[in-house]
């Protein structure tokens, strides 16, 4: 069973950044496919980014493109979203998923809360 833990949350003024970790237990990480989602209230979950188990492929949704940066450390079995120049749209729970593959399966953390105000 994949467990994922994010952590690196809270509040956070417009303009400032935070750095999100979802460190993961009980699966080879480098045959992991690491996503991090989004749940704004009233909202549907959103997705923000991608990376692929390698760590060569990346991908952002439009809306934070040029501000949030993910990557992975494949030793430390962690994924991170950089979150620079935050606005209070990018309010929201943040989920980390886990893609394994070759189990044909997917796996969510419990959510941490970013909140963007003044």
């Known amino acids: 069973q994949v467990q994922l833990v994010e952590s690196g949350g809270g509040l956070v003024q417009p303009g400032g950044s935070l750095r999100l970790s979802c460190a993961t237990s009980g699966f080879a990480f480098n045959l992991l496919t690491m996503l991090w989602y989004r749940q704004a209230p009233g909202k549907e979950r959103e997705l923000v980014a991608y990376i692929s188990s390698d760590g060569g492929n990346t991908n952002y949704a439009d809306s934070v493109k040029g501000r949030f940066t993910i990557s992975r450390d494949n030793a430390k079995n962690t994924v991170y979203l950089q979150m620079n120049s935050l606005k209070p749209e990018d309010t929201a729970v943040y989920y980390c998923?886990?893609?394994?593959?070759?189990?044909?399966?997917?796996?969510w953390g419990q959510g941490i809360q970013v909140t963007v105000s003044s």
């Open positions: 998923k886990a893609l394994a593959e070759v189990l044909n399966s997917s796996y």
